[in-house]
């Protein structure tokens, strides 16, 4: 009888949380755990002597393989021995949970057990392997050299095997594992490069920042998935799609030396890097996914699993830890995510792609009115100041005329008039006047009132103008 085994790494945030305050030492954590989710179910086969083929999905921190009933004491057993040297190495942080099942009932039925036996592992009652976790004699324990050397290794740290008893738990390979590794290389060219050295190369603001992306109702459409083929075909497209699909976008030429990927998973990906740079690595990372998703998903009705939300958090200065801004990317995706499928949240506020279109051309204005034809860069600060949003203005503007600008729009219309009246003339000019008016001004509002999209593209065209001062 055939039985599924499901398993899962546990305490993944908690493990990257625990990095120390070197980029370096996140970076290789955040590599390591991609490593184990691949090696672990390969080395379960390989123990058990089966084939690679019965290994249905892996990455992401879980896996899914096929193994026949007689195997499943054997596999409980290396599973077992596999989480505790895991638990000992990275300092209980790490721990392995899985589940297995008999192929008996549809399809929905067996991966409902699977997940409620997973469910149990989140408590401590839930350990039932005898002395899974008692007293034993460990290895040496994980240091900050180890996983700085794993990044640093990065391509060639990726071929590695789940060994017991090497550094790490991982020992050298013939193949590498399938997971995304471009990084932009450091002015020696003989390692990553540090955020701070990513923030500098970008055109603007020396700024860094760290991009996240997570599939809209994955979970949901996974429980749709009606057979054990369709959940292992949705699960291995999609992770080929973000795998195949960062590393691709990373190494093209506007990307190659701005972005380092720090993992792709199932549904989800992370990657930092120069700001510029990573806006525009969200919008075609979007645009690739869109057209991805609807291929893989084009025989499977609803929207779950056919959209991509995002979240770009800048670091607040270029020494920011890149754990802390990694993190900061997290919230403002779950805020992105639970504002709606398929937004973006960029320099603090959430649109969906049509907004972030709008904002884009918008940034290009102001650009334009101040390189083109010889607009004050004081324009961004005027603009600024009239937000509605007092805690973000420019300091010079935050005070008592502020508030009454924004009661009194007409003094908004006199004083960008005189901001806007330059000696060009032409139509192009005049053009792009009356499409910035548009956008900050509603006749029918009784005070100014800028759009989500036109912040957005207010922060975007000033981060671009900091770099001509510089």
């Given at each position: 009888m055939q039985i599924f085994l499901q398993g899962k790494l546990l305490g993944?945030?908690?493990?990257?949380?625990?990095?120390?305050?070197?980029?370096?030492?996140?970076?290789?954590r955040c590599l390591y755990a991609s490593l184990l989710a691949e090696a672990v179910p390969r080395a379960l086969l390989a123990r058990l002597g089966l084939s690679p083929e019965l290994l249905g999905t892996s990455g992401g921190g879980q896996f899914l393989a096929v193994?026949?009933?007689?195997?499943?004491?054997?596999?409980n057993?290396?599973?077992?021995e596999v989480t505790r040297k895991l638990s000992a190495f990275t300092g209980a942080k790490l721990r392995l949970a899985w589940a297995l099942t008999e192929n008996l009932g549809a399809w929905s039925d067996v991966r409902k057990r699977?997940?409620?036996?997973?469910?149990?592992?989140?408590?401590?009652?839930?350990?039932e392997n005898d002395g899974l976790f008692e007293p034993f004699v460990p290895q040496t324990g994980a240091t900050d050299a180890f996983?700085?050397?794993?990044?640093?290794?990065?391509?060639?740290?990726v071929a590695v095997r789940w060994e017991p008893w090497a550094q790490g738990i991982l020992a050298p390979a013939e193949l590498p594992l399938p997971v995304a590794t471009?990084?932009?290389?450091?002015?020696?060219?003989d390692a990553p490069a540090s955020p701070a050295e990513l923030g500098a190369r970008a055109k603007g603001a020396p700024v860094w920042g760290v991009l996240r992306g997570d599939v809209d109702g994955m979970s949901d459409r996974l429980k749709k998935a009606a057979s054990v083929e369709e959940h292992i075909q949705i699960s291995v497209l999609l992770k080929q799609l973000f795998a195949g699909e960062t590393q691709a976008l990373a190494t093209q030429p506007e990307f190659r030396r701005k972005v380092t990927i720090l993992y792709t998973g199932g549904d989800d990906f992370a990657v930092f890097g120069a700001w510029d740079a990573l806006v525009g690595f969200a919008q075609e990372f979007h645009r690739i996914f869109g057209m991805g998703s609807e291929a893989i998903l084009e025989d499977f009705a609803g929207a779950e699993g056919k959209t991509l939300s995002m979240a770009l958090a800048p670091a607040s200065s270029p020494d920011s830890s890149l754990a802390g801004v990694y993190a900061e990317a997290g919230r403002l995706l779950e805020i992105a995510k639970s504002e709606g499928r398929d937004t973006v949240c960029l320099f603090?506020?959430?649109?969906?792609?049509?907004?972030?279109a709008a904002a884009s051309d918008l940034k290009k204005t102001l650009v334009k009115l101040i390189d083109d034809f010889g607009c004050p860069p004081q324009l961004l600060g005027d603009l600024a100041a009239f937000y509605r949003e007092t805690d973000r203005v420019l300091p010079a503007r935050a005070g008592r005329r502020t508030v009454e600008t924004q009661d009194r729009p007409w003094r908004f219309h006199r004083r960008l008039g005189r901001v806007l009246d330059v000696p060009a003339r032409s139509r192009e000019y005049q053009k792009a006047r009356k499409s910035l008016l548009e956008e900050f001004l509603n006749r029918r509002q009784a005070s100014v009132k800028l759009k989500p999209s036109g912040r957005v593209a207010l922060d975007w065209a000033r981060l671009a103008q900091e770099g001509e001062s510089r």
């Amino acid at each position: 009888m055939q039985i599924f085994l499901q398993g899962k790494l546990l305490g993944v945030e908690a493990f990257l949380a625990d990095a120390s305050g070197d980029d370096a030492v996140f970076a290789g954590r955040c590599l390591y755990a991609s490593l184990l989710a691949e090696a672990v179910p390969r080395a379960l086969l390989a123990r058990l002597g089966l084939s690679p083929e019965l290994l249905g999905t892996s990455g992401g921190g879980q896996f899914l393989a096929v193994l026949a009933v007689e195997h499943q004491a054997a596999a409980n057993e290396f599973l077992t021995e596999v989480t505790r040297k895991l638990s000992a190495f990275t300092g209980a942080k790490l721990r392995l949970a899985w589940a297995l099942t008999e192929n008996l009932g549809a399809w929905s039925d067996v991966r409902k057990r699977l997940d409620e036996s997973l469910l149990r592992w989140r408590g401590a009652s839930a350990f039932e392997n005898d002395g899974l976790f008692e007293p034993f004699v460990p290895q040496t324990g994980a240091t900050d050299a180890f996983y700085k050397d794993l990044w640093r290794r990065l391509p060639d740290s990726v071929a590695v095997r789940w060994e017991p008893w090497a550094q790490g738990i991982l020992a050298p390979a013939e193949l590498p594992l399938p997971v995304a590794t471009h990084a932009a290389l450091n002015r020696a060219g003989d390692a990553p490069a540090s955020p701070a050295e990513l923030g500098a190369r970008a055109k603007g603001a020396p700024v860094w920042g760290v991009l996240r992306g997570d599939v809209d109702g994955m979970s949901d459409r996974l429980k749709k998935a009606a057979s054990v083929e369709e959940h292992i075909q949705i699960s291995v497209l999609l992770k080929q799609l973000f795998a195949g699909e960062t590393q691709a976008l990373a190494t093209q030429p506007e990307f190659r030396r701005k972005v380092t990927i720090l993992y792709t998973g199932g549904d989800d990906f992370a990657v930092f890097g120069a700001w510029d740079a990573l806006v525009g690595f969200a919008q075609e990372f979007h645009r690739i996914f869109g057209m991805g998703s609807e291929a893989i998903l084009e025989d499977f009705a609803g929207a779950e699993g056919k959209t991509l939300s995002m979240a770009l958090a800048p670091a607040s200065s270029p020494d920011s830890s890149l754990a802390g801004v990694y993190a900061e990317a997290g919230r403002l995706l779950e805020i992105a995510k639970s504002e709606g499928r398929d937004t973006v949240c960029l320099f603090g506020r959430t649109l969906d792609w049509k907004q972030f279109a709008a904002a884009s051309d918008l940034k290009k204005t102001l650009v334009k009115l101040i390189d083109d034809f010889g607009c004050p860069p004081q324009l961004l600060g005027d603009l600024a100041a009239f937000y509605r949003e007092t805690d973000r203005v420019l300091p010079a503007r935050a005070g008592r005329r502020t508030v009454e600008t924004q009661d009194r729009p007409w003094r908004f219309h006199r004083r960008l008039g005189r901001v806007l009246d330059v000696p060009a003339r032409s139509r192009e000019y005049q053009k792009a006047r009356k499409s910035l008016l548009e956008e900050f001004l509603n006749r029918r509002q009784a005070s100014v009132k800028l759009k989500p999209s036109g912040r957005v593209a207010l922060d975007w065209a000033r981060l671009a103008q900091e770099g001509e001062s510089r």
